[in-house]
């Protein structure tokens, strides 16, 4: 159990130790419970067809609210990069998770993404706005620029959100490339 509980991301093996031994002890059926939860989830759990997020339908429950803007949509690399985004509710838009970036080094190239379904969207849909929220290296920057290149020609305002420091962050544990963005997106006051 302890080998199995170290697979999982954040477990080392005094935690998964820890949760073993509170799985053996537990006199209640708590261990029962978040094994069923487990199990249920991963057989429920499907890619929503949209957008790629979590769902248990068809679509997922971002997709399938009318209330949300239609015409905004934000581009991810993983579904779960959705989860932080809903969470500060400053984007209250559609959202498109391309499954990865391109990463020449690793064998993954725009075929090997959801880029042709983001296209599809496009062309289905009257977006007035495409926010590009990709990771700030250089695999997230080739997939920002090859999607930006492809889309040039089309109406639609291509943007990306801002690059920098973080909340509480100072100037001294930033890396050359956070203060250069930082410097180089500085907004006006």
């Not at 962050?169 to 180089?184: H, M």
Request: a negative charge; aromatic letters at 4%.
């Amino acid at each position: 159990m302890i080998t199995q509980l170290r697979q999982m991301p954040g477990v080392g093996p005094r935690s998964a130790e820890r949760i073993a031994l509170w799985m053996i002890q537990s006199r209640n059926d708590q261990p029962e419970q978040i094994a069923t939860a487990i199990s249920k989830t991963r057989g429920q759990i499907r890619p929503c067809k949209l957008c790629g997020f979590f769902a248990t339908e068809e679509l997922c429950e971002i997709c399938r609210d009318d209330s949300r803007p239609s015409d905004l949509l934000c581009v991810v690399e993983q579904p779960t990069d959705i989860l932080p985004l809903e969470k500060t509710s400053a984007f209250r838009g559609r959202y498109h998770a391309l499954g990865g970036r391109i990463a020449p080094l690793d064998h993954i190239g725009p075929e090997d993404l959801r880029i042709q379904e983001l296209l599809d969207r496009i062309e289905r849909e009257n977006f007035s706005e495409i926010i590009f929220a990709l990771a700030a290296d250089v695999e997230g920057e080739a997939t920002t620029n090859y999607l930006v290149e492809i889309l040039k020609g089309k109406p639609i305002k291509l943007t990306r959100i801002a690059h920098g420091l973080p909340a509480g962050g100072g100037l001294e544990s930033a890396d050359e490339l956070t203060l250069y963005q930082a410097l180089t997106g500085r907004t006006k006051l």
